[in-house]
């Protein structure tokens, strides 16, 4: 829980806003591939030629409208539907990207409201890629949530997605200039569209999601024109987007990091990103030792984690993480992969495994740490793109024991 209190707290509304079902998929074979994944992502955001950053425009009291989120063991998806009729995509949201784009499994079927723009897009992701003709369409998200003329990509070529069918991005609307052949242009996301349509009355996302035991469980919300009352406890505390680069062109924020009652410093006060896209917990390699150091933890080569024997859990401490004014803490079970699905990552009932990761890169590199899905799953996360800050709550999961099966 927060130790202190938060200086300046959201507006919110009392309305309970529509939600669609969320299903958790865990379909994991292996933690090599999600570390592997997780550090060619964030260096492909560290290097990636940076647009001036977003801007800042206010935005009128919040509407509510939710979109639903699937878990499929390392990554969060959407279903959205395209055109109309509509015909349903399961795509990843994604935080650390914002062009939306379709058709990497399933086949974009056009309707009397596909545009073609004549545009060829093009986007890699480090850990994947795709490239195709630039449409608009209908982009339904949910109920009374249907954005016309819509910019989407249709992939004639996509790699990384595993059987996915594309990606929403949600991030800053400055990540797509340049993704357009012939036009440096950006281009309008979702948010934006649903925002100048009126659908919305906020460029907001809230985003709720919930640490589980099982493979296939209802967990998870993306809420569109501000946060969900219901999803999270006490008020929401908003920071600035950091201005440190490359961090300040995605949902980058400054943070430092702590850990155990002794308060060892793990991560002095530095720059880095909250991201959908990325699994675990990454932290710069420097930070990453001080954290091992620390824990005892011994890296498994079985599942590419570290690791620490069942019996030694109990010595485990929480981390604390220093945002703005606020202390949020990172439980001991919040540091570990849920030990009811160790055999999904080639692991034993013997060891517990950290889902905390080495960035590749030493601290100073503008991107220190990314806030993956494993630290999401503990806290709500506000993206308010329309007034350039990002704001973040405790939620009833955030002190749960469940991953260590207590």
């Avoid at 290097?47 to 935005?59: H, N, V």
């Avoid at 006060?269 to 959908?276: C, N, P």
Wanted: aromatic share 8%; glycine share 10%.
């Amino acid at each position: 829980m927060p130790l202190t209190s938060p200086k300046a707290v959201a507006p919110v509304t009392s309305l309970a806003p529509p939600t669609l079902p969320i299903t958790r998929l865990r379909s994991v074979t292996g933690a090599s591939s999600i570390v592997e994944k997780d550090r060619a992502r964030d260096q492909a955001l560290r290097s990636r030629p940076q647009p001036a950053g977003p801007g800042k425009q206010q935005s009128a009291p919040a509407t509510v409208l939710n979109a639903n989120v699937t878990d499929s063991g390392d990554l969060y998806l959407a279903t959205i539907g395209v055109g109309n009729p509509p015909t349903q995509y399961t795509v990843i949201l994604d935080t650390g990207s914002s062009n939306t784009w379709v058709g990497a499994n399933q086949k974009y079927v056009k309707t009397s409201t596909s545009q073609p723009t004549g545009q060829q897009v093009e986007v890699s992701y480090g850990s994947g890629a795709f490239k195709g003709q630039e449409y608009t369409d209908t982009v339904t998200i949910a109920p009374g949530l249907a954005v016309q003329k819509q910019s989407i990509g249709v992939a004639t070529f996509a790699e990384g997605l595993n059987g996915l069918d594309g990606i929403m991005g949600i991030g800053p609307t400055d990540l797509t200039q340049g993704t357009l052949q012939n036009q440096d242009a950006t281009i309008p996301t979702v948010v934006d569209n649903a925002f100048t349509q009126n659908l919305i009355s906020a460029k907001q996302v809230g985003i709720s999601f919930e640490p589980t035991t099982s493979a296939s469980e209802t967990n998870g919300e993306v809420s569109f024109g501000g946060p969900d009352p219901s999803r999270f406890t006490g008020s929401i505390a908003y920071v600035p987007i950091t201005s440190t680069s490359p961090a300040n062109a995605y949902v980058g924020i400054d943070q430092s990091i702590t850990y155990g009652s002794s308060q060892t410093p793990i991560l002095s006060k530095t720059a880095g990103i909250v991201d959908t896209g990325t699994s675990l917990l990454m932290l710069a390699t420097d930070a990453l030792q001080r954290y091992v150091h620390a824990t005892g933890a011994t890296m498994d080569n079985n599942t590419g984690l570290y690791a620490l024997p069942a019996d030694q859990f109990g010595n485990l401490e929480s981390l604390f993480f220093n945002i703005g004014n606020i202390t949020y803490e990172f439980t001991p079970d919040a540091q570990i992969w849920p030990r009811a699905l160790n055999s999904k990552l080639g692991g034993t009932d013997d060891n517990v495994y950290l889902v905390v990761g080495d960035n590749g890169s030493n601290s100073g590199s503008g991107l220190d740490f990314t806030n993956g899905l494993a630290w999401l799953e503990r806290f709500y996360f506000v993206y308010d793109s329309g007034n350039n800050q990002v704001g973040f709550a405790n939620t009833p999961f955030t002190n749960v024991t469940s991953n260590s099966g207590n």
